[in-house]
């Protein structure tokens, strides 16, 4: 096995994949209408080998990837079409299935997961190297963590095809919709029809997921959740980008704002009038880079010094109406179980409106909540800290133990909130 595996390293340094820019099997049907959401157009069973941590590295086994394109519903309501992978750890438990969202973060399809999962992503067709692939490395460490697990695995490009980056609703019903072909084809690679299915993100990916959960109600009302566990999430766009500005990730904000500008017509007319001319090149310089290429195209960058009117652009009708319709708080309260951790030190996202979401979905959701909040973490080593108690409650939760050793086990609209240091979790607990 270690031959074979080092011979497919060998043969990756030569070979590249046909990125989705240039794959027909991401091309959308004229017929999309046609197809209920939810319902495969077309599939493919590709090699069982993923990207592996280190870019030269040798590929890490799985016992199968199956992808499949979709219908989706785009945030405006319009049929459209998504990609999404399915992997089968050698170990796999037919009875549990995780939605896991990456957090990649983009405004290149070329850097959607179904792609830049895929064992010799790394070169794309004309040789420029797009690394990080995927994202950074401990995303990949949680996805792992999860098929060692045992775990089906359905991953989504949640951007869609034209990666809309930061659209909420798109995510979301991406997401969902994710979860239905998971459950429609994954029987026929040993899935079991009645597995428990949770989902699971970071930062982008909570984004998605807590989205999903959200919209789940209303959207997808035949889905039954075990619960969602969502780390860093960013509930206002607005704040996050006040929050990035002049700072290590304030590239983010960048990739938010022409990800708004692909998915609303009037919010990109807005933004070629509201940008100075001579900065617009520049604005868009990293568009075709992946996370970390964008994120380092514009760190410690005045975002607001790209527009005409400052930091007074925010004020105006458009980027306004369009931000505020992006705000987490407006799409529903969720139903399932929730699992939300965040660094009270935050620098992306502030912790302040993680506070708020939650005691709103304490006050008015069904489903119990569990909200850790990590003392002396920010986004970074948030996710890490994180991820030991969000495994372990998906755990419980796929094993049908409900929400685990917390008070409000066995009953809905319970909310719990514990508050540890980076160093020692668990220190306090608290029912609301």
């Not at 309501?77 to 896991?100: E, F, Q, R, S, V």
Request: charged share 15%; glycine share 12%.
């Amino acid at each position: 096995m270690y031959i074979y595996l080092l011979t497919l390293w060998v043969l990756q340094l030569a070979t590249a994949l046909t990125p989705p820019s240039a794959d027909p099997f991401y091309l959308e049907p004229a017929n999309i209408t046609a197809y209920a959401p939810g319902e495969a157009i077309r599939t493919r069973q590709v090699p069982p080998y993923l990207q592996p941590y280190v870019a030269a590295g040798p590929p890490i086994s799985v016992r199968g990837v199956h992808q499949y394109l979709y219908r989706t519903t785009d945030t405006h309501g319009n049929a459209i079409a998504a990609a999404a992978t399915l992997l089968i750890p050698h170990n796999a438990d037919p009875t549990k299935l995780l939605a896991y969202e990456t957090f990649y973060d983009a405004n290149s399809e070329d850097c959607s997961p179904s792609y830049t999962l895929r064992y010799g992503s790394q070169l794309n067709t004309d040789g420029r190297d797009i690394l990080p692939n995927m994202t950074q490395p401990m995303d990949l460490a949680f996805l792992s963590a999860s098929l060692t697990q045992g775990w089906y695995i359905i991953t989504s490009d949640y951007e869609s095809p034209t990666a809309q980056f930061a659209i909420g609703r798109l995510s979301g019903h991406a997401t969902l919709d994710s979860v239905r072909v998971a459950l429609t084809h994954g029987p026929s690679h040993n899935l079991s029809s009645s597995a428990r299915y949770a989902m699971w993100g970071y930062s982008g990916g909570a984004l998605a997921v807590s989205w999903a959960a959200s919209l789940q109600p209303t959207y997808a009302p035949d889905l039954t959740f075990s619960g969602a566990a969502i780390g860093g999430l960013l509930p206002n766009l607005t704040s996050a980008i006040e929050t990035i500005n002049m700072g290590p990730f304030s590239g983010a904000a960048f990739v938010i704002f022409i990800g708004l500008a692909k998915a609303y017509p009037s919010f990109a007319t807005w933004l070629d009038s509201a940008l100075k001319g001579d900065l617009k090149s520049l604005f868009f310089g990293e568009r075709g880079s992946c996370v970390l290429g964008e994120f380092s195209g514009g760190m410690g960058r005045d975002f607001w010094g790209f527009f005409v009117n400052g930091e007074g652009v925010v004020r105006e009708s458009v980027p306004m109406g369009v931000l505020r319709g992006e705000e987490l708080r407006g799409a529903g309260i969720p139903e399932m179980d929730l699992y939300v951790y965040k660094g009270v030190l935050d620098e992306i996202s502030p912790v302040g409106d993680t506070d708020e979401l939650v005691s709103g979905y304490c006050e008015q959701g069904s489903g119990r909540v569990r909200y850790e909040r990590i003392l002396g973490a920010e986004h970074v080593t948030g996710a890490v800290l994180g991820s030991v108690g969000a495994v372990e409650w998906l755990k419980r939760v796929l094993a049908g133990d409900g929400d685990g050793d917390g008070e409000g086990e066995g009953k809905s609209g319970v909310c719990i909130k514990s508050v540890h240091t980076a160093w020692e979790l668990d220190v306090e607990s608290r029912v609301y």
